[in-house]
């Protein structure tokens, strides 16, 4: 294509988002507008995409960042002869593919769903680093970003990431068209203001005039060959540009334009152009080829070991068996014990520094890629990275996230470090799983059964030892529970799972001694939780009192009662929990202090049998 | 003091950390070291603070970011007077105040909690905004960083952030030891390469030799001079330094000194050096002193007004009436509505832009200096900060926070948009407080009450216009309900909050003309939740169905059964939320497609009163 041609192409593109979001009654075309010549070119001259193939290893990824200009990426689709136009008109239409904010759940051109800003470049990294280190089939990354979201902290962590690891795999396109959502953003149009920024982090920058279509081609050829850098594009563009009712216009934003005929017009009317998109080269996947036998490692009952050494050796186990088994760390990985995999397989391990939201970002990237990564740091500073764990389940993305140092059992480094909230936190992501392991060879089989699960997983990992409770050869399936004491006079049931199985049992045990026999119900699978077991155990002893290393709200309680959420009757139960905020002290003081100990457990269960109401 | 006094000031200090680390069995003693003559020169020269009067409008302001190295701030409150030997050593003890990571919960002079690494220079970010735009006492803020941390995002954020508001009165300390946890960091000793990048920010930097007391002292003094920018200090330490067995040697993070005796005569035994820190100079406060008249805007039943609405009405009145509010907002203020606080008090807002984990430590900063915060952006958006929120409460901080366009409820945007994870997220926080209004009035009423709130407040808003249910002059008290509809025949209890209490309302309409009496609740305080009002529905009406715009765990069913956790009779239940990924759609096509709709609570409390299972 041509000049010419090329602006054409890009005129058929704010036409074709402006009809979309006419059609939907809502939708960003001015956000899209502006990016529209820096689309055209991409996808006319640049991009090597294969869309009858998504998968093809060569392809090049694109990623839009600001999700929100999806009218943009779908008319791209349309000039590709992805999609017709038909279906580009049911943009937002229930039951459409084209969501309001693209997801790769919908569409298999997508590479990861966007729309909480500032996400698509640390996926975009994740992906890179996938190309760098491991696909090496030679595709480019490319991420459109707007320049609003270069305010999020998770861009820079990116950029540090990107240009610390030389991905000159990755191109960042920003379009900066200088208004925001509700007005102008920090910087305006000073394009050098964002290209210091970069630059510092050790990125070739390129400043462009957006709608100059040759001077874009020019910058696109100069990001895919510039070596041992990533590279940042930074466009100058208006928003809502070719239309002057909205034209780099304050409070715009998010709206269809007033008078769309208008606008069409304005912008040349209709086009029907179709771009041959270049072909990717001839590449294939190198991963799913190495695998070999392994073992998952054992330990010999009664040994004392910490579940995140267990995960560890487990990881570095899976590493070896498993080919596409990469790992990640946020700089703690002698803590979480990833540095067991490391140690293994250097190759396939990614330090992320102290940076969560890139590591999990990361992490997305390379299962996008069909790596299975497993992202550990301490579970406290998992919530770091909420919003990309609540992100990669609308990507439907298949990770495994390991969140180590657990609980107030942690000890006396004090409630900053101790994961208080993660199991709420995690349960309420849509399709994840949640487990919570409270021996070492329980452990090492969930490490191993996580990597063939769907969506987000989470393993909760505890720092202080515990005693090895079941043998080598015991099998835990996800969803399942484990009965650790029953009798046929029973009168209560202890559910517990981590660090408070063992305190349970100790309870069990007490309460055995004054005649009264206690069920114990190790609740390893958090969610989906074991509702048959739990069902039962209520039916046969009558009440349950659960018990977390967890604040009350969002945890193994809540799990427990979602057995009974469908109208069956409900048994009585009393929850144990961290209710106050701990202090430092040793691992036995703080479950003590909280309540969560054997001692206190067995009180509640005394209480319940003698059907009192628990203080 | 002079050279000399200072490098045994400096001395003293590491010899006291090591003492409270081998005193606790662990801690952080090597980080200390590090930072020691950093500590001694701020402390004897240059901080401005009375330790007998924290509250003191004109101190100088400290946050010790990196929190792990307690032990040096512990022994610099012993050398300021402010704590004894005693005390130091009990470092780490259980119901010492000396924490592991330090806590303003515990002790007067620790403005924020700190521990989650890259949280303290966004907090002093905060603590900075509220000395140059309100307090204006001409207090300095302090933040000593690690340099790990400086791969968090939000250190970026905040960089972004104080470099754009030109916060001279800020400086950033960094002591760039080199290693982090667990090995060397991305840029070792390479100052340089942090002060690109504070530079890029539009900071004035400083290199320094860390252990040269006197280029440190001119360091502050030029920092405190430099006018319209803030000043990163970046000074070459050594991580253990003083002590030949650990200086500058990996695998020696967070654990005390293997041989503390012969450390301690290394650094010249014990002394007794006591610091008068300087005098900060008279100020008062201005912020009590204006306070007026006003009243919360209310609505007429019927009226059809947003939520989010009401909220940025009722905010702009009550700031009218109190100058003690402010508000803060990520760059979505014309949604979420802070807006219109915006335009009436532009001297109390802040606009963060699209940085949310500045936005919530803005608001921890604020709330540092007695201003009482309210931070508004998209609830789905606010897990971008999850972790600042839970910091937030280990610090017993003050701070509401408002979460527009929760739930399906929002159409057309999809998932990305929606918030589905916050009342879990906010529930599992420590002492929260978490509101879910359906009515203007009721919101105005709540976002007033929230202000003399303990602890984090969540205000959970809704995108879409619902009609006014209440009288202008009803009362909301926190932790009440309100019983919309009920008789002495109702056979089951409809539970819902926000959107939902419309449908449930709806939904007994239905029941009603099939002859079945449905009581409605509107459970607008779901944290903390009216346990009585519940205990007598169930004991009533045997039987609940809970129903919210949200994800099944961790939300309104959760909070229900809180109510029934104590082994008293859980009445049967049955909880409608929202079960599967959303895609676009109309608001009422989302309400009907998650089954929340009033056909499904029908629906559902039918089968539930025949006492059938709910499938």
């Known amino acids: 294509m041509n000049t010419g041609e090329l602006t054409d192409l890009g005129q058929q593109l704010r036409v074709d988002s402006v009809r979309a979001a006419a059609a939907a009654g809502s939708g960003h075309p001015t956000s899209s507008m502006s990016a529209a010549d820096l689309m055209a070119v991409l996808l006319a001259r640049h991009l090597r995409y294969d869309f009858d193939r998504p998968a093809h290893p060569g392809n090049d990824r694109f990623v839009l960042s600001k999700g929100h200009a999806s009218p943009l990426l779908y008319s791209a689709y349309k000039a590709a002869g992805a999609i017709d136009d038909e279906e580009l008109l049911t943009f937002r239409k229930l039951g459409s593919r084209l969501e309001g904010h693209p997801t790769p759940q919908r569409l298999p051109w997508v590479e990861t769903a966007t729309g909480s800003l500032g996400q698509g470049l640390p996926v975009g990294v994740g992906?890179?680093?996938?190309?760098?280190?491991?696909?090496?089939?030679?595709?480019?990354?490319?991420?459109?970003?707007?320049?609003?979201?270069?305010?999020?902290?998770?861009?820079?962590?990116?950029?540090?990431?990107?240009?610390?690891?030389?991905?000159?795999?990755?191109?960042?396109?920003?379009?900066?068209?200088?208004?925001?959502?509700?007005?102008?953003?920090?910087?305006?149009?000073?394009?050098?203001?964002?290209?210091?920024?970069?630059?510092?982090?050790?990125?070739?920058?390129?400043?462009?005039?957006?709608?100059?279509?040759?001077a874009i081609d020019r910058a696109y050829g100069e990001a895919a060959s510039t070596k041992g850098q990533p590279t940042a594009i930074l466009a100058r563009t208006l928003k809502g540009k070719g239309v002057e009712a909205v034209q780099d216009r304050e409070g715009l934003h998010g709206k269809p334009l007033p008078e769309a005929d208008e606008a069409i017009s304005e912008l040349g009317g209709r086009r029907d152009i179709r771009v041959r998109v270049q072909e990717p080269p001839a590449a294939r996947m190198l991963h799913s080829v190495h695998t070999g036998d392994f073992e998952l490692p054992t330990w010999d009952k009664g040994e004392e070991v910490a579940t995140r050494n267990a995960f560890g050796q487990a990881l570095?186990?899976?590493?070896?068996?498993?080919?596409?088994?990469?790992?990640?760390?946020?700089?703690?990985?002698?803590?979480?014990?990833?540095?067991?995999?490391?140690?293994?397989?250097?190759?396939?391990?990614?330090?992320?520094?102290?940076?969560?939201?890139?590591?999990?970002?990361?992490?997305?990237?390379?299962?996008?890629?069909?790596?299975?990564?497993?992202?550990?740091?301490?579970?406290?500073?998992?919530?770091?990275?909420?919003?990309?764990?609540?992100?990669?389940?609308?990507?439907?993305?298949?990770?495994?996230?390991?969140?180590?140092?657990?609980?107030?059992?942690?000890?006396?480094?004090?409630?900053?470090?101790?994961?208080?909230?993660?199991?709420?936190?995690?349960?309420?992501?849509?399709?994840?799983t949640v487990l919570s392991p409270c021996d070492a060879n329980q452990t090492a089989r969930l490490v191993g059964a996580m990597a063939g699960l769907e969506g987000v997983r989470y393993l909760r990992t505890s720092r202080g030892e515990s005693p090895v409770i079941y043998d080598p050869d015991e099998e835990f399936p996800v969803g399942g529970s484990k009965v650790l004491r029953s009798s046929d006079r029973d009168r209560l049931t202890l559910v517990a799972a981590g660090v408070t199985v063992h305190e349970a049992l100790a309870a069990a045990d007490a309460l055995e001694g004054e005649g009264i026999q206690a069920r114990v119900i190790d609740l390893y699978s958090v969610k989906p939780v074991d509702r048959a077991a739990l069902r039962r155990a209520a039916e046969e002893t009558g009440c349950l009192v659960t018990v977390e290393d967890h604040h009350p709200e969002g945890g193994i309680g809540d799990a427990v009662l979602e057995a009974f959420a469908d109208g069956r009757p409900v048994p009585r139960?009393?929850?144990?929990?961290?209710?106050?905020?701990?202090?430092?002290?040793?691992?036995?003081?703080?479950?003590h202090a909280a309540g969560i100990d054997a001692e206190s457990i067995a009180a509640a269960g005394r209480l319940l049998v003698e059907e009192a109401v628990v203080p």
Chains 1, 2 share one sequence.
């Open 573 to 591: 139960l009393v929850r144990l929990a961290v209710r106050s905020m701990p202090g430092s002290a040793s691992p036995d003081e703080q479950l």
């Open 127 to 214: 992906i890179a680093l996938a190309g760098k280190r491991l696909d090496r089939t030679g595709y480019r990354t490319w991420v459109l970003c707007g320049d609003s979201e270069l305010a999020e902290g998770s861009v820079w962590e990116a950029a540090e990431h990107a240009g610390y690891e030389h991905l000159d795999n990755l191109t960042v396109i920003v379009d900066v068209n200088r208004l925001g959502q509700r007005g102008p953003t920090r910087h305006g149009h000073d394009l050098d203001a964002y290209a210091r920024r970069f630059q510092a982090f050790d990125w070739h920058t390129i400043e462009v005039d957006g709608h100059d279509v040759d």
């Open 316 to 432: 570095a186990a899976l590493g070896t068996g498993r080919g596409d088994i990469v790992a990640l760390d946020g700089e703690v990985g002698d803590s979480t014990r990833a540095e067991f995999f490391a140690k293994e397989h250097p190759d396939r391990y990614f330090e992320c520094y102290i940076a969560e939201q890139q590591l999990v970002a990361s992490a997305v990237g390379l299962a996008a890629r069909g790596w299975v990564p497993y992202a550990a740091t301490f579970a406290a500073f998992l919530t770091r990275a909420y919003d990309f764990v609540r992100m990669a389940s609308i990507s439907g993305s298949g990770i495994n996230l390991v969140g180590s140092h657990a609980g107030v059992a942690i000890g006396q480094d004090g409630p900053s470090q101790m994961g208080l909230e993660d199991l709420a936190m995690m349960r309420a992501v849509h399709g994840s």
